[in-house]
């Protein structure tokens, strides 16, 4: 480490002119990088023996410093014997403890060589009752059963502000731009506060602004079953975490207020509050966040309306939504959201769990949230199929306000120690209004959009464990959720398809949908370890598909043409049984399954109805193998049929976009498929070598294409079923940390690949292939001292073949520095780097920079941030795409440079 310090508090001013030059940035880092790790090594090695000169095992080998913080541990081996590693040469002491003997210190001497032996150390007998003994060693990572608990203290680094700053630095945990938690291909089924859970799947409102101080330790939960008495009954694989406070933490109101505003820019604003109490009665968690520098203050909202679980007893509904037709916010770039959500956002979220007695628990959450966003976009698209050839331009500003009011109340009445009734209660309602200037060719249109989401959401889960080893679990749901919109687009693009006086369009649409459902599930665990399942439900759901298409000229209606008009109802009853039974035999898990579905479709369009009733079987066989406790090996196999939504079969043509109109297919049908899908991981929690590899593999019988006329005006498509479609998809991760310098490195591999169909311009059939790649690294590293780094590449490789072939490579490079000076200051550096393959010299590669400095005036108190983005000023950002029948490139405008002065405080 004592380079690293002679480095920087040497070349202050010549590190200060390289951060400037763009160009040179990441040679200094690397150079620091590198230096970190050629820093002096120390080799402490020896035995020891008791007082009868016997070797011992299992003795507790501490390496401390001067203030008993601990830096490493390790333990005797069955010959007594010992050795790590000291990275540097500043005062530290070894702790020898074992049980019925005397606690041995030894101050480590510096005696200028790369290895210091102790041999032969000698522990004296300490007789003590068995009750006195208090075993206090604190490990990083502590393994118990299905449970890993990592000690939060082990993995801070002193920069960091909310949950999700800590988790990122756990090895083994993933988590992507927008917050998401995986282990492997795995996402975490929620974050619990001591064993209660808030936010089910919508987790990210708690990692995204709870404050990191409170927490002590992390756990993860593998083989987590979200109903209590399903657990070591069911064979789950999901995981879920748990966040543990510190005992000062519980039982007293505590929390923090984090605000600051910009320096040289203008309005710039960004506050985050949290107040939380978790005493044994009733825990509270309030939270707000106001701000307009593009933060996400809560994640993805879908994901705390409507939480997705498959396949899982007591989930009945949790896939049944209706869906919007249109929108008008324009795509973003694959950048930092930071950087182009130009956003005025305010969160407040309260929410509450009482523990009314022994057996009633009730949860209350409430949320509302309201946000203005504005989008950029420049872009340009070149449209090639056939002999048909031409280029349009785009100029989108466009604006979106949105509020959103979201309440949920959870009711848990534990009957008997076996039998529990959960009740759930949702409602939300968020009202969006969108409007863009849009500048198509040379002529401008302004586009309007307002659209309402309003649900209504019951559901009863009954649980009854009537044997140790068998539950029965009943459930019913109701939904009710409705989609209103308008649109209005003030220029007629549509000449070539209605010869009518127009100058303008609007669209009225409502997508209603009503779904209840009851559904029985069974679990037997028999006492050689096989599961046997039985399931039978019925569900029914109502969908009203209505749509008014209108040419209008000035504010007169002019037409409503035939064929773009709906009102559809599309009404599904689909009453099924399914049997599941796996056999466990010794390292082998072996599962077969059948699902039974007997439906009743009914359709009525215009007042002409038509019915069908299929009936279909869906078989599915998986393995699982345990070769060892390294190595596992889970595969499966299954037939799908999936019966048509209502999108699919609307028969009128809508608008979906200011120059396009799609339909459906007026027509009932269930789509076949099969897929298989391989797994395999190497290692377990705490190893220093973790890997895991997925591959999958999907074939569709027939499956849903487009039959599309293209012109430089207009664009309408009409759906249409094709038989045969693949799809491979390889992703591969691995994770091993190296000891010798404290650093976790990832590596990950993936690839997808897929074909399909679809007909342009009257065209033959025309195969379309697409092919990805993707492939990179990071390296994290977990010094205890003054710094630390995290540094990573990912290139990305896209391919779309049809009778031509389009390609290009991206890449994105970014390092993150932490300087921790001392106890009150510490230094944050993150670079970024974007290289776009099929861009000119002049603008296919872009930097970014952003700082923090941090000053700790009392750590329980107060602290105060100097914060700057975007430090280059980089004021655009282009991208370039390929599609089948399209090469596109866009340009955004990004939130220019600024700088903030904010402050916290914790009370």
């Known amino acids: 480490m004592r380079f690293i310090f002679f480095s920087i508090s040497h070349n202050k001013q010549n590190l200060k002119k390289l951060l400037v030059n763009s160009k040179t940035v990441y040679a200094t880092i690397f150079f620091l990088i590198l230096s970190s790790t050629v820093f002096s090594q120390t080799l402490i090695k020896g035995s020891v023996k008791n007082s009868e000169n016997v070797s011992m095992q299992n003795v507790s080998v501490l390496l401390i410093t001067e203030n008993e913080d601990l830096l490493n541990y390790t333990s005797t081996n069955k010959n007594g014997f010992f050795s790590f590693e000291v990275y540097d040469n500043t005062r530290k002491f070894l702790v020898f403890r074992a049980i019925g003997y005397e606690e041995n210190k030894i101050e480590l001497i510096n005696n200028k060589t790369n290895s210091i032996d102790l041999d032969g150390l000698i522990l004296q007998n300490k007789p003590i009752e068995l009750k006195e003994i208090v075993l206090d060693i604190k490990k990083p990572i502590f393994i118990k059963k299905d449970t890993i608990v990592f000690d939060a203290k082990s993995f801070l680094q002193g920069n960091e502000q909310v949950v999700e700053d800590l988790l990122k630095k756990i090895p083994g945990l993933n988590i992507d731009a927008k917050g998401t938690i995986k282990i492997g291909n795995q996402e975490v089924e ?3 506060i001591d064993g209660d859970d808030f936010f089910e799947k919508g987790y990210k409102v708690l990692t995204k602004n709870m404050p990191v101080s409170p927490i002590d330790k992390v756990e993860l939960y593998q083989n987590y079953s979200n109903n209590k008495h399903l657990k070591g009954i069911e064979n789950s694989n999901k995981v879920a975490l748990n966040l ?3 005992e000062d933490a519980k039982r007293i109101w505590f929390g923090n207020a984090v605000g600051g505003y910009g320096l040289v820019s203008e309005n710039r604003y960004d506050f985050r509050a949290n107040l939380i109490n978790f005493g044994k009665k009733a825990k509270h968690y309030f939270l707000t966040n106001f701000n307009n520098v593009g933060v996400d203050a809560v994640g993805d909202i879908n994901m705390l309306v409507r939480p997705l679980r498959f396949d899982e007893p007591g989930s009945i509904g949790d896939n049944q939504s209706a869906t919007n037709l249109l929108g008008l916010a324009a795509d973003l770039p694959n950048l930092k959201q930071k950087r182009v959500n130009f956003n005025n956002a305010e969160m407040l979220s309260l929410n509450s769990i009482f523990t009314v007695s022994d057996k009633v628990k009730v949860k209350v959450l409430g949320f509302l949230n309201t946000d203005e966003n504005d989008f950029f976009k420049n872009s340009f698209e070149t449209f090639t199929v056939g002999t048909t050839r031409f280029q349009n331009t785009e100029d989108f500003v466009g604006r979106k306000t949105k509020i959103t009011g979201f309440g949920k109340l959870d009711l848990t009445y534990d009957i008997s120690k076996t039998k529990t009734l959960e009740y759930t209660g949702k409602f939300n309602t968020t009202k969006e209004k969108n409007s863009s200037d849009l500048l198509f060719n040379t002529d401008l249109l302004n586009e309007r959009l307002n659209s309402d989401n309003q649900l209504f ?5 009954f649980t009854n464990k009537y044997k140790d080893k068998k539950v029965f679990v009943l459930s019913g749901r109701y939904i009710n959720e409705k989609t209103p919109q308008n649109y209005s687009a003030n220029q007629f693009l549509f000449q070539d398809l209605f010869s009518v006086s127009a100058n303008n369009t609007k669209q009225f649409s409502e997508n209603s949908m009503q779904f209840a459902g009851v559904e029985g599930h069974l679990l037997d665990k028999k006492e050689n370890g096989d599961l046997l399942e039985l399931k039978v439900g019925s569900q029914f759901r109502l969908d009203h598909l209505d749509t008014r298409f209108e040419l209008v000229d000035n ?26 039974y796996r056999f466990k035999l010794n390292n082998f898990s072996l599962l077969m399954q059948s699902d039974y579905h007997q439906l009743f479709n009914r359709i009525e369009n215009f007042d002409v109805s038509t019915t069908e009733s299929p009936f279909f079987i869906t078989p599915k066989i998986g393995l699982d193998w345990k070769i060892n406790d390294k190595n596992k090996i889970m595969t499966s196999y299954s037939l799908n049929r999936t019966n048509a939504g209502v999108l699919d079969l609307y028969s009128g043509f809508v608008q979906t976009g200011f120059r396009s109109l799609s339909k459906g297919l007026d027509d009932f049908n269930q789509l076949s498929s099969s897929s298989a899908i391989l797994n395999y991981t190497y290692g377990s ?3 220093k070598f973790f890997a895991n590899s997925f591959l999958l593999y999907s074939k569709n019988n027939d499956f849903y294409s487009t039959n599309s006329i293209i012109t430089q005006n207009y664009v309408q498509s009409a759906k249409i079923i094709i038989k045969d479609r693949e799809f491979v998809s390889f992703s591969s991760s691995v994770d091993r940390y190296f000891k010798t310098i404290q650093s976790n490195l990832k590596l990950s591999l993936g690839a997808n690949q897929s074909n399909f169909k679809n007909s342009v311009n009257n065209t033959n059939l025309r195969e379309v292939t697409n092919l990805g790649v993707d492939y990179g690294f990071e390296l994290r590293s977990g010094f205890k001292g003054f710094f630390n780094y995290h540094l990573g590449s990912k290139w990305n490789y896209n391919q779309v073949k049809t009778t031509i072939k389009n390609d290009f490579t991206d890449n994105i490079s970014f390092v993150d520095l932490s300087m921790q000076f001392n106890d009150k200051i510490n230094v944050q550096v993150q670079g970024e ?13 872009y930097y970014f920079l952003d700082a923090e400095a941090r000053y700790v005036v009392d750590p329980n108190k107060l602290t105060f941030f100097l914060s700057g983005k975007n430090l280059f000023n980089t004021k655009t950002f282009k991208n370039y795409s390929v599609s089948d029948i399209s090469i596109s490139q866009a340009e955004y405008h990004l939130i220019p440079r600024y700088v903030m002065l904010k402050m916290e405080y914790r009370f």
């Open 833 to 845: 780097r974007y290289y776009f393959g099929n861009l000119g010299k002049d603008n296919n590669k």
């Open 685 to 687: 929690w705490g190893d």
């Open 244 to 246: 543990t406070l510190k």
């Open 555 to 580: 504010q007169d209606n002019v037409a409503t043409p035939d064929g773009y008009q709906n009102n559809l109802k599309y009404v599904t009853t689909d009453i099924y049984a399914a049997v599941k």
């Open 457 to 461: 959401d019951q559901k009863i889960v």
């Open 190 to 192: 929620k974050v619990m």
